[in-house]
């Protein structure tokens, strides 16, 4: 079964750090990838998706990610966080046999100002 | 205004009850999904629907049931036989579900059985 890791539970930042967040999921083969934010009080909400073509996929509010595929990894990247990025973040993989997603366990951003 | 509605926010139950959550999208979406997510475990899904009156168990329904009569509504019911059944239930939705599409969640059902 598909599994999906973030290694980065939580995370405390200054505002214009650099961020990085890990995804490493399982399956070996055809896979799709998502990342999911929940800022607080609001729904959960897609930030990026990568399905095939250019593995440096670009989302919404400056986030990128790169699909590294020999390394099972689709790590999320923001050059300089605001205090507004506060939120959690999962990362989400389909890796076929319909629409269903497999969630990482999280991880919680808090932006300081 | 397009979206997902779950009611209602905050539920609250004695331990033995049965519990049903409403889920209902305005989406005109084929697919939908429950997901239960606790702190530290991410979401994982309880039931899914692709189409009415078609649905298929995730990877923890035991304790769980759903129906989908009308394309717009996914109940889920939280039954007595569930060990654990207090945690935040989302509900969502897709396009379709037998291709690869963004889903759509809604705002979640705080459940809290004592």
């Known amino acids: 079964a598909q599994s999906v890791s973030q290694h980065n539970h939580h995370v405390i930042l200054s505002e214009a750090a650099s961020l990085e967040l890990g995804c490493n999921y399982s399956y070996g083969g055809t896979v799709n990838l998502f990342w999911y934010v929940q800022y607080p009080g609001q729904h959960l909400q897609l930030l990026l998706k990568?399905?095939?073509?250019?593995?440096l996929v670009k989302g919404i509010k400056g986030f990128e990610a790169e699909f590294i595929k020999s390394k099972f990894s689709f790590n999320l990247r923001k050059p300089s966080v605001q205090w507004s990025d506060t939120a959690e973040y999962f990362c989400a993989v389909n890796s076929g046999g319909g629409n269903k997603l497999t969630f990482g366990t999280g991880t919680q951003l808090k932006v300081e100002l | 205004d397009g979206g997902i509605t779950q009611s209602p926010k905050y539920l609250f139950r004695k331990e033995g009850q049965n519990v049903t959550l409403s889920c209902e999208q305005n989406?005109?979406?084929?697919?939908m999904y429950w997901y239960r997510q606790d702190p530290g475990q991410g979401l994982r899904l309880i039931y899914y629907s692709q189409i009415v009156n078609d649905f298929q168990k995730g990877d923890i329904a035991e304790g769980y049931s759903v129906s989908r009569e009308k394309k717009e509504s996914f109940p889920l019911t939280v039954t007595s036989a569930q060990k654990n059944p207090t945690a935040f239930y989302l509900c969502?939705?897709?396009?379709?579900?037998?291709?690869?599409?963004?889903?759509?969640f809604g705002p979640g059902t705080r459940l809290t059985v004592t």
């Open positions: 990568y399905f095939s073509g250019d593995p």
């Open positions: 989406l005109n979406h084929d697919a």
């Open positions: 969502a939705s897709s396009m379709e579900g037998t291709g690869i599409y963004e889903q759509y």
